[in-house]
């Protein structure tokens, strides 16, 4: 069995006044956390009042089964066990080993007695030479919580021979104990960092091949995806990213935290933190939780409380927390759930019985799942935003019709027709195999926008086999592979002829609100100046300094847009993210394009952006653009005047993206907080540069 490593959970634990645990609280939190990026979980650690259920089996019995529920099993699991004598320590790992063959176990030194090294090198031989099960078995080396017992480097060496002993949590109170402790990192023994604010110290000490072998265990971690983002990060030895996700870290410790008294801060705020963030799903209210052990509980003052809700409210737009969503009060992905709510779906019925459900997948509009069927792998996608910035409908179901011919400009009574489609609340788009659609999507098994089947709009799609271009790319330079010149080069080609194949979809307006199509709209100047206008007016408000050139720089190419004379449908979001990918030995294939949300009737030269910002200008230096326009160029000419037009659309999505983070950074003032996130565009110089 693999030793535990890479971004460590310390679970807190929502129990009652009578010590039960909360079944619906500490579920949801760990499938929180798990969505959060942690590879593993200490449930009873320090900071789950390890020491308070040290004599409560059964208590540790529920919520490793909770646990083991919620995780699916996938993720490693340590639990506490912290006591006073060998023989308790003992017991209870045996009892728990039996039911329990998968998780692991921490132990402690003596909590309450101070005891000389020998002694605590006898304590820890006597447990570890009497146990009879294959479980791992790591220590916890923190002398200011275990009555001042620090496990010295000549003891963790004696006590090394014992195969079940397969790492240390060390506090990272000594610097010096805890090079040698890292000088034993191998594939059979791994180092956890205990100390949140020393994660970055922690990795400066271990050299980058053995980093894989070692662990931060995090108690913020029950809240926010930071700490495993430090992990990966320090994995990559990209330090500026390391240090400015340990001063995030820091910086959120001390506005979630409830720091007026020491003991129990942690506990105290981030139980406070996570309540807040769920509260409109909780059957039970927070004042009638108990929130730490009764030796703890401190009531939080009215100006903690604001400050860890404006933290947590501003983490959550910063997707530094992946929020849960739900379908009425319940999670979406428990089984039983999931069958008796699309029980009445008869096309998902004869999918056969549900065998595995992924998810959730991270979006901002949508709330994404997979779930394998016994006849079919499905993608469930609900859209779960209550502000959806575009036509509240189903896109797709108006897409299809165009994309396999059915409808098309030339279509009479088009407006009619469109019409039919957008009131209708309830159906399915299955392509014919002779009549495949332009461009590969997969079938719309079955949508609903009554929002009486669950409370949201959504849509069941199959599931196009691949994974998103991006993560092919982000994979081989991770990894430090070159990217082979040859295949990507095939398949950015490949993506411009896709593209190009969608631009052959001609309408003979633009529309950029799709349930118009048919009907007279603006023309694509008013609709170009309009949204230019409002962009203008927000940098004028976040006093930008370019604006008269900007509008010179469009009055002075407007004709080009106004001369447009064809018009194209287009995707409007076409970057690496949203086209999926399955590699095979000699090539890549493009298996499909997913996310329509923002589709429209426009210029072809608007879906040239987010591809060339988002996907091709990391890639720079392979000069795979040019592949790309080499493939579009197969079904349209790309001349001056359309590079021109790429141009002004670019400059108008820039200065989007430039108010958006002139509002993050107002927001980031208003609140206090640094704003330290690196940015993969610097949209201001990109700007200046367009301009200059």
Same mark, same amino acid.
């Given at each position: 069995?693999?030793?535990?490593?890479?971004?460590?959970?310390?679970?807190?634990?929502?129990?009652?006044?009578?010590?039960?645990?909360?079944?619906?609280?500490?579920?949801?939190?760990?499938?929180?956390?798990?969505?959060?990026?942690?590879?593993?979980?200490?449930?009873?650690?320090?900071?789950?009042?390890?020491?308070?259920?040290?004599?409560?089996?059964?208590?540790?019995?529920?919520?490793?089964?909770?646990?083991?529920?919620?995780?699916?099993?996938?993720?490693?699991?340590?639990?506490?066990?912290?006591?006073?004598?060998?023989?308790?320590?003992?017991?209870?790992?045996?009892?728990?080993?039996? @039911?329990?063959?998968?998780?692991?176990?921490?132990?402690?030194?003596?909590?309450?007695?101070?005891?000389?090294?020998?002694?605590?090198?006898?304590?820890?031989?006597?447990?570890?030479?009497?146990?009879?099960?294959?479980?791992?078995?790591?220590?916890?080396?923190?002398?200011?919580?275990?009555?001042?017992?620090?496990?010295?480097?000549?003891?963790?060496?004696?006590?090394?021979?014992?195969?079940?002993?397969?790492?240390?949590?060390?506090?990272?109170?000594?610097?010096?104990?805890?090079?040698?402790?890292?000088?034993?990192?191998?594939?059979?023994?791994?180092?956890?960092?205990?100390?949140?604010? &020393?994660?970055?110290?922690?990795?400066?000490?271990?050299?980058?091949?053995?980093?894989?072998?070692?662990?931060?265990?995090?108690?913020?971690?029950?809240?926010?995806?930071?700490? &495993?983002?430090?992990?990966?990060?320090?994995?990559?030895?990209?330090?500026?990213?390391?240090?400015?996700?340990?001063?995030?870290?820091?910086?959120?410790?001390?506005?979630?935290?409830?720091?007026?008294?020491? =003991?129990?801060?942690? @506990?105290?705020?981030?139980?406070?933190?996570?309540?807040?963030?769920?509260?409109?799903?909780?059957?039970?209210?927070?004042?009638?939780?108990?929130?730490?052990?009764?030796? %703890?509980?401190?009531?939080?003052?009215?100006?903690?409380?604001?400050?860890? =809700?404006?933290?947590?409210?501003? +983490?959550?737009?910063?997707?530094?927390?992946?929020?849960?969503?739900?379908?009425?009060?319940?999670?979406?992905?428990?089984?039983?759930?999931?069958?008796?709510?699309?029980? #009445?779906?008869?096309?998902?019925?004869?999918?056969?019985?549900?065998?595995?459900?992924?998810? $959730?997948?991270?979006?901002?509009?949508?709330?994404?799942?997979?779930?394998?069927?016994?006849?079919?792998?499905?993608?469930?996608?609900?859209?779960?935003?209550?502000?959806?910035?575009?036509?509240?409908?189903?896109?797709?179901?108006?897409?299809?019709?165009?994309?396999?011919?059915?409808?098309?400009?030339?279509?009479d009574n088009l407006t009619g027709q469109v019409n039919s489609i957008v009131s209708s609340k309830m159906g399915a788009y299955i392509f014919h195999k002779d009549k495949p659609p332009i461009v590969?999507?997969?079938?719309?098994?079955?949508?609903?926008?009554?929002?009486?089947?669950?409370?949201?709009?959504?849509?069941?799609?199959?599931?196009?086999?691949?994974?998103?271009?991006?993560?092919?790319?982000?994979?081989?330079?991770?990894?430090?592979?070159?990217?082979?010149?040859?295949?990507?080069?095939?398949?950015?080609?490949?993506?411009?002829?896709?593209?190009?194949?969608?631009?052959?979809?001609?309408?003979?307006? $633009?529309?950029?609100?799709?349930?118009?199509?048919?009907?007279?709209?603006?023309?694509?100047?008013?609709?170009?100046?309009?949204?230019?206008?409002?962009?203008?007016?927000?940098?004028?408000?976040?006093?930008?300094?370019?604006?008269?050139? !900007?509008?010179?720089?469009? %009055?002075?190419?407007?004709?080009?847009?106004?001369?447009?004379?064809?018009?194209?449908?287009?995707?409007?979001?076409?970057?690496?993210?949203?086209?999926?990918?399955?590699?095979?030995?000699?090539?890549?294939?493009?298996?499909?394009?997913?996310?329509?949300?923002?589709?429209?009737?426009?210029?072809?030269?608007?879906?040239?952006?987010?591809?060339?910002?988002?996907? +091709?200008?990391?890639?720079?230096?392979? #000069?795979?653009?040019?592949?790309?326009?080499?493939?579009?160029?197969?079904?349209?000419? !790309?001349?001056?005047?359309?590079?021109?037009?790429?141009?002004?659309?670019?400059?108008?999505?820039?200065?989007?993206?430039?108010?958006?983070?002139?509002?993050?950074?107002?927001?980031?003032?208003?609140?206090?907080?640094?704003?330290?996130?690196?940015?993969?565009?610097?949209?201001?110089?990109?700007? %200046?540069?367009?301009?200059?």
């Open positions: 069995m693999q030793t535990i490593s890479g971004a460590i959970c310390d679970t807190v634990t929502f129990y009652e006044k009578d010590f039960e645990i909360n079944e619906e609280l500490n579920s949801l939190l760990i499938r929180h956390i798990l969505t959060n990026g942690a590879d593993s979980l200490i449930l009873f650690g320090n900071t789950g009042e390890g020491i308070l259920f040290s004599d409560k089996l059964d208590k540790k019995i529920k919520l490793i089964n909770l646990a083991l529920e919620a995780s699916g099993g996938k993720n490693p699991i340590m639990v506490g066990v912290y006591s006073n004598e060998v023989e308790n320590s003992i017991d209870q790992m045996e009892d728990l080993a039996k @039911r329990f063959n998968d998780i692991n176990f921490m132990i402690s030194p003596p909590i309450s007695e101070k005891i000389s090294n020998e002694s605590l090198k006898l304590y820890f031989e006597n447990i570890l030479g009497a146990i009879n099960f294959k479980n791992q078995i790591y220590l916890h080396n923190n002398p200011d919580q275990f009555a001042g017992n620090e496990i010295e480097p000549e003891i963790l060496n004696y006590l090394r021979d014992f195969p079940n002993l397969k790492g240390l949590n060390d506090s990272f109170y000594n610097i010096k104990n805890c090079k040698f402790y890292i000088q034993l990192l191998n594939d059979d023994f791994s180092v956890h960092c205990g100390m949140e604010d &020393s994660f970055q110290n922690f990795f400066q000490l271990i050299s980058l091949e053995e980093r894989r072998f070692s662990g931060i265990v995090s108690s913020i971690g029950n809240l926010v995806n930071l700490s &495993s983002k430090l992990y990966y990060f320090a994995l990559e030895d990209k330090i500026l990213e390391v240090h400015q996700l340990q001063d995030q870290i820091n910086d959120i410790r001390n506005k979630i935290y409830d720091i007026k008294i020491n =003991e129990g801060k942690e @506990r105290r705020g981030l139980k406070y933190a996570f309540l807040h963030l769920y509260k409109e799903r909780l059957k039970t209210p927070i004042k009638e939780i108990s929130i730490i052990s009764p030796k %703890r509980q401190i009531d939080l003052d009215e100006i903690t409380k604001g400050r860890i =809700e404006a933290t947590v409210n501003y +983490l959550v737009n910063q997707k530094q927390i992946y929020q849960l969503y739900f379908l009425g009060k319940k999670e979406l992905y428990q089984f039983k759930e999931i069958i008796k709510t699309f029980s #009445n779906v008869d096309v998902l019925i004869e999918q056969g019985k549900i065998k595995k459900i992924i998810g $959730p997948f991270d979006a901002t509009i949508n709330t994404i799942y997979r779930v394998n069927f016994e006849n079919n792998h499905l993608i469930f996608r609900f859209r779960t935003c209550e502000n959806f910035p575009f036509e509240n409908i189903v896109k797709e179901k108006l897409l299809y019709p165009f994309l396999d011919g059915t409808l098309s400009g030339d279509t590969s999507v997969g079938n719309l098994i079955y949508y609903d926008e009554t929002k009486e089947t669950v409370p949201y709009i959504f849509t069941v799609q199959d599931y196009i086999h691949g994974k998103p271009l991006l993560w092919y790319l982000k994979q081989y330079l991770n990894e430090g592979i070159t990217l082979r010149k040859t295949k990507f080069l095939n398949l950015f080609k490949d993506l411009g002829m896709v593209l190009g194949k969608l631009h052959n979809i001609n309408f003979e307006s $633009p529309y950029e609100n799709v349930k118009d199509i048919g009907k007279k709209k603006d023309s694509l100047l008013e609709i170009f100046d309009k949204k230019l206008e409002n962009q203008i007016q927000e940098a004028k408000r976040h006093k930008f300094e370019f604006i008269k050139e !900007i509008r010179d720089y469009f %009055r002075d190419n407007e004709a080009l847009i106004e001369d447009q004379i064809d018009f194209a449908l287009i995707h409007n979001d076409f970057q690496g993210q949203n086209i999926i990918v399955k590699e095979e030995t000699a090539n890549f294939l493009v298996n499909g394009l997913i996310d329509f949300d923002d589709w429209c009737v426009g210029c072809r030269a608007q879906d040239f952006v987010k591809i060339e910002y988002l996907t +091709l200008k990391n890639l720079e230096k392979y #000069n795979f653009i040019d592949a790309f326009y080499e493939g579009y160029s197969k079904y349209h000419a !790309i001349n001056k005047d359309f590079l021109k037009k790429i141009e002004l659309y670019k400059l108008l999505w820039l200065l989007k993206e430039l108010n958006n983070e002139f509002d993050i950074k107002s927001r980031n003032e208003q609140l206090k907080l640094k704003h330290t996130f690196p940015l993969t565009i610097d949209y201001e110089n990109e700007i %200046r540069r367009l301009l200059f």
